[in-house]
């Protein structure tokens, strides 16, 4: 650190500098993020209360009636508008807080919970930082084989979960299902909607026939749903959902000292951003269902018309019809790291899975950016077939 400050003009030149090293959401060739371009409006209101700290709630009084707003609002979203939970930092921080709910209403001495293989990773992390057994489920058509639940059940378990937009091919799994076997044995869900969850409902209200994975179904005591995602929310803005309050006061702790007199909230960060809440409220308010609709639909007329494209190119093989606006496919020619390795030196970001590519269709890309993709994946492959015909040849030549 320079004892001295060396200026506002030199920094901003650093910044800006070094900065360009960043990728952004406007080159059009982020597709395998989750997270998108911030709504402006919800950027400026965030920006106006960075100095609020909701981790000392009872300062805070008017952020923490908006807080209850945005619980209220996106309960209505989840079929349950008397649900109650929190604002957090994200999918990771709101999956860790369902479960240790769980944990400690169940007081089981050795807590055992059910999963997908491809439930998020953060439920790993909840399970060695909860001393939780994770009884995994492997899951090889892409989602959750609820049949094989009632055998992995035992007198330990105390969680079923759920995704609702899995991470690598934005699919839902059989949650209607896990709910009937939920009510058979007693044993609650929790729904991992952190991308699904600002999404699924606007497709549905369109006429979709997606299925219910939401409070609507009993056996649901818990759900991530995060604004930063498909919320368009700024970053960090995530939410946690409880069906009853009983499951937010297993995780509640008293803090004496804070100065606005109040007890923390029972989220895991303590010092964390009102501005997050504050953005959220008036995003909620300003978008309404319907701007949330307006933008389901662009994703998926998006989606769909990429789903066409890469269908058309000869040797590319799309792994499952998209139900929301994520789409895996892989090719026929080329390996999936090669293929991932060409696609990042054209400058794209794209999530690699180890049976394909993962592209997200998010707010932030255009018609334009999809074309721009599928003209540098035909080179790409193009040039590939090319090298291994000309490899074959001089093989043929050498024999
Ligand atoms: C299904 C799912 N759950 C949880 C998360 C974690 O969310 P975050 O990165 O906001 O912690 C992700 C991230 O992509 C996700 O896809």
Redesign the pocket.
Same mark, same amino acid.
Do not use: I, L, V, Y
């Given at each position: 650190m320079n004892v001295k400050g060396i200026g506002r003009r030199n920094i901003l030149n650093s910044l800006s500098r070094r900065l360009s090293e960043d990728l952004n959401f406007k080159s059009g060739k982020i597709f395998g993020s989750?997270c998108t371009e911030p709504h402006n409006f919800a950027r400026s209101v965030y920006s106006a209360h960075l100095e609020k700290n909701i981790g000392d709630p009872g300062l805070l009084r008017g952020t923490l009636s908006l807080e209850g707003d945005c619980i209220r609002m996106i309960g209505t979203i989840l079929s349950h508008p008397k649900a109650t939970g929190h604002m957090v $930092? &994200?999918?990771?921080? +709101?999956?860790v807080m369902a479960l240790w709910s769980a944990r400690n209403e169940s007081r089981k001495e050795k807590p055992e919970v059910i999963l997908s293989s491809l +439930? /998020?990773h953060?439920f790993k992390k909840a399970g060695d930082m909860l001393g939780l057994r994770l009884v995994v489920i492997p899951s090889d058509k892409h989602r959750l084989d609820a049949s094989k639940i009632t055998n992995a059940i035992t007198s330990n378990t105390i969680l079923m979960i759920g995704?609702a &937009? @899995? @991470?690598d091919l934005g699919l839902i799994d059989p949650i209607q299902e896990m709910s009937e076997i939920s009510g058979r044995f007693q044993i609650p869900i929790h729904v991992?909607? $952190?991308? &699904?969850g600002f999404i699924i409902p606007f497709l549905k209200d369109h006429g979709s026939d997606l299925p219910d994975f939401d409070f609507r179904l009993k056996g649901v005591r818990s759900i991530?749903i995060?604004p /930063?995602?498909m919320g368009m929310a700024p970053i960090?803005s &995530?939410a946690v959902l409880f069906r009853n309050r009983r499951a937010l006061d297993t995780i509640s702790y008293d803090t004496v000292y804070l100065a606005g007199g109040l007890k923390s909230r029972g989220t895991i960060l303590g010092t964390s951003p009102g501005a997050s809440i504050v953005s959220v409220w008036s995003l909620l308010n300003l978008m309404g269902q319907e701007g949330y609709q307006k933008t389901a639909r662009s994703c998926m007329r998006l989606t769909e018309h990429l789903y066409q494209r890469l269908a058309g190119i000869d040797g590319v093989v799309v792994i499952s019809k998209p139900e929301m606006n994520v789409l895996g496919f892989r090719s026929s020619r080329m390996k999936i790291s090669d293929l991932s390795r060409q696609l990042r030196n054209k400058g794209y970001a794209i999530s690699t899975f180890p049976t394909h590519l993962r592209l997200v269709i998010m707010p932030h890309l255009t018609r334009s950016h999809v074309e721009m993709f599928i003209e540098t994946l035909i080179e790409v492959l193009g040039k590939n077939r090319h090298s291994s015909r000309a490899i074959k040849d001089r093989r043929s030549k050498a024999v």
């Open positions: 989750m $930092s &994200g999918g990771t921080e +709101a999956n +439930a /998020h953060s995704t &937009g @899995t @991470t991992d909607a $952190s991308f &699904g991530t995060d /930063h995602k960090p &995530g």
